[in-house]
C-alpha cells in the first residue's frame, strides 16, 4: 500500500492552520516543511507554534530544511509529531540526532538533495526508519521534477531493498507510477494537493495512479 502524504510549505501562520483543517478530513498524516533561509533560500514558520494551538488528530511529519535542526526538534518534541526528516546536507551529527529521536520515541528520516551522494552517509542511512529523496530543489513548491532522481532511488532500492523511501517534490499522478516503480513507498506531494479544487479528488488521484503501476 504506497502511502500518499500532503505537504505543507508557507511562512504565514494563518495559512498553516488553514490548511491542516482543510486536509484534517482527507489524510491522516501531513507532511510539514520548515525552512530557515539558510540550507534552502526562503523562510518559513517555525510551525511548533502553530501546531501547538491546533487540536487535531493528525499525525505530522516534520521536513527539517534547516542547517541547524536540533533546536527545531527540541520544540517539536512537544507536539503530536511523530516523525522527523533531517536533512544530510544539515551540518549536524546526522547519526546522534537519529539516536535522539529514536530515544524520544519518534522516527527519523534522512533526505538527500538530487545532487547529493548518497552513499556518504551509508552509517547514518542504516540507522534512519526512512529515507526521502527530494525529486526538485528544496526550498519552493512547484519546481521543475528532476527525472536524473528516478534512477538514484532505483539504484538505492536495489541496494538496500528493505529501507523504506519518500519521494518529495513535483509528485503528480503522472509521476507516481515511476517512482513506485522505482522503489518509493511512500509519495508527499504539496503543489498538487494543497492548490487544488478538491483535495480528496487530488490524494485520491494520487494513491489511484500510484497502485496502478
Known amino acids: 500500500m504506497i502511502e500518499v502524504i500532503p505537504a505543507i510549505l508557507t511562512d504565514s501562520s494563518l495559512k498553516l492552520k488553514e490548511l491542516v483543517r482543510n486536509l ?9 516543511d520548515i525552512a530557515d533561509g539558510e540550507l534552502v533560500p526562503n523562510k518559513t514558520v517555525t510551525g511548533y507554534d502553530e501546531i501547538k494551538e491546533i487540536e487535531s488528530a493528525l499525525k505530522f511529519d516534520v521536513h527539517l530544511m534547516v542547517s541547524d535542526p536540533a533546536p527545531y526538534i527540541k520544540e517539536w518534541l512537544h507536539t503530536q509529531a511523530d516523525r522527523f526528516i533531517i536533512h544530510s546536507e ?3 551529527d546526522h547519526g546522534s540526532l537519529i539516536n535522539y529521536l529514536h530515544q ?14 548518497v552513499n556518504k552517509f551509508k552509517d547514518s542511512v542504516i540507522k534512519a526508519d526512512f529515507v526521502q529523496f527530494m525529486m526538485i530543489h528544496p526550498g519552493f513548491q512547484g519546481q521543475p521534477f528532476l527525472t536524473e532522481v528516478v534512477d538514484k532511488i532505483s539504484v538505492f532500492h536495489k541496494e538496500n531493498p ?17 517512482l513506485v516503480k522505482a522503489g518509493a513507498s511512500a509519495l508527499v506531494s504539496g503543489s498538487y494537493i494543497v492548490k487544488s479544487q478538491n483535495i480528496e479528488e487530488a490524494i485520491q488521484n494520487l494513491k489511484t495512479a500510484a497502485g496502478s503501476m
Open 90 to 92: 544539515s551540518k549536524c
Open 162 to 178: 528493505d529501507i523504506i523511501i519518500m519521494c518529495d517534490g513535483g509528485v503528480t499522478p503522472e509521476r507516481a507510477p515511476v
Open 24 to 32: 484534517e478530513p482527507y489524510t491522516t498524516r501531513v507532511h510539514i
Open 104 to 117: 524520544c520515541k519518534r522516527k527519523a528520516g534522512l533526505a538527500f538533495n538530487p545532487e547529493t551522494d
